[in-house]
């Protein structure tokens, strides 16, 4: 090449690079790409999440702000008609479902995370419960057997009745506490399971099926007396009213692993998980109503900072390594292989409906 073109061309090229520099830049300025407002309402389980200063970073360098507010899952599709809302967040597959169904949407949502339902409960208790063949060390973690639970619950056993009982010597009915059947995911789910349970561990299909189980399950909610709205606060009492209280909470594995995760001495080393055999998955779909609403959905589900950041508050999703990682001093169980699934949307309506029918 002859030199003399040699300095123009390289200054031409200079030029290019600036320019196209220039235009990234501005493609991905504020003034370009503004910030778009996501409001919604989340379920009260989510709202540590939310309020996370990284989190609203992550999604800030996204360009998004979401402003929401708390309800309990199952109440969301109704008080979505207040305002004009972008998205409802509840947990579970059913509250989603609800949304989708009123709504006429025809998105299924967005699967951001999920969580595995446990118990909430005590050593003491649970070595008790398994010297009864109710509960059984595995791996590292405990095991619920349901079925042999739901026998106690049938039989109408009390804590003061069980044998070489020298730890909870209460005349309590031996039950999980839950949250409202009417309200709360957390309870809905807790159904789900103890449906297929009673069942001959397969899903409830018909109304038959569920109205030869509907006095045993009944008297899994009507004998707890009153519950909480949320699920937030049958795990306040866990954590700060003690054993007597709340000898055995039925919660997500998310709120008890994002407390330990804390470090501050709520989460005491009498403290310990039941996972339930069979288990059940809560799932946390994200439903959009709006464009913005979906955005939000994909950028949770999507971005690799705001999947890590749900893991450090005790959601699974795809980041299993870092799950395992990070709460590797929890004995969490990495797989849960004997899983139930939930009924359908209807049939649960239809057991939720029974249930509160002998509520009222």
């Not at 003034?31 to 990284?54: A, C, H, Y």
């Not at 009915?173 to 449906?195: E, G």
């Not at 001495?265 to 288990?279: C, F, Q």
Request: avoid cysteine.
């Amino acid at each position: 090449m002859n030199r003399r073109w040699l300095g123009p061309l390289l200054s031409a090229l200079l030029i290019l690079g600036v320019g196209a520099a220039l235009v990234i830049s501005i493609r991905n300025s504020p003034i370009f790409n503004p910030k778009i407002l996501v409001t919604g309402l989340i379920g009260s389980e989510k709202e540590e999440f939310f309020r996370d200063e990284r989190v609203q970073q992550a999604l800030a360098r996204l360009g998004i702000e979401v402003r929401y507010e708390k309800a309990g899952s199952r109440e969301i599709s109704e008080k979505l008609r207040n305002e004009p809302y972008d998205f409802g967040f509840p947990a579970g597959v059913p509250a989603a479902e609800k949304i989708r169904q009123d709504w006429k949407l025809s998105s299924q949502g967005e699967d951001v995370f999920f969580t595995p339902m446990a118990v909430a409960t005590w050593q003491p208790i649970a070595d008790l419960l398994a010297t009864q063949g109710v509960a059984r060390r595995v791996e590292g973690h405990y095991s619920l057997e349901m079925t042999r639970f739901l026998e106690f619950v049938k039989e109408g056993k009390r804590w003061n009745e069980l044998e070489n009982n020298q730890v909870f010597d209460a005349n309590r009915s031996i039950l999980i506490n839950s949250t409202d059947i009417r309200r709360s995911n957390s309870a809905a789910m807790y159904l789900a399971l103890a449906s297929y349970v009673a069942n001959g561990a397969a899903v409830v299909q018909n109304r038959t099926q569920a109205d030869a189980l509907l006095p045993l399950v009944t008297e899994l909610f009507v004998k707890q007396g009153l519950t909480g709205y949320s699920s937030e606060e049958p795990f306040e009492d866990y954590l700060v009213m003690g054993m007597g209280k709340a000898p055995l909470v039925m919660i997500y594995e998310s709120q008890f692993l994002a407390e330990a995760a804390r470090s501050d001495g709520s989460i005491r080393p009498e403290m310990v998980l039941m996972y339930p055999d069979p288990a059940i998955y809560t799932k946390h779909v994200l439903v959009p109503l709006t464009e913005n609403g979906k955005r939000l959905g994909e950028a949770l589900a999507t971005d690799e900072t705001l999947r890590r950041l749900a893991v450090e508050y005790g959601f699974r999703n795809t980041e299993s390594a870092y799950f395992q990682e990070f709460f590797k001093n929890q004995q969490a169980p990495a797989d849960l292989l004997n899983v139930a699934d939930p009924p359908t949307f209807e049939m649960l309506e239809y057991m939720i409906q029974a249930i509160e029918s002998s509520i009222q």
